[in-house]
């Protein structure tokens, strides 16, 4: 399927544990600290609720270990 789209697989080794570590620690956050916390009424409600949850991990990760508090950064 992927061949013909002619989209190419980009990996350094065949099944390299590096190509997919980003993305598989980003999905174990927003299970631990959004899914499972939470008990959904429905999917619409759950793709609301990890939305926002992603928005937030985005903003906060463009701040690494650090306060930010009014723009100015305290560690």
């Not at 061949?3 to 927003?30: C, H, L, P, Q, Y």
């Not at 793709?47 to 985005?58: D, E, L």
């Amino acid at each position: 399927m992927l061949i013909n789209n002619g989209i190419s697989i980009s990996m350094d080794g065949k099944g390299a544990w590096r190509d997919n570590v980003f993305v598989e620690r980003f999905w174990r956050t927003v299970k631990y600290e959004e899914v499972y916390l939470h008990a959904y009424e429905g999917v619409g409600e759950a793709r609301q609720s990890i939305a926002r949850y992603i928005a937030f991990y985005k903003d906060a990760s463009q701040h690494p270990s650090v306060y930010v508090i009014q723009e100015n950064r305290f560690c």
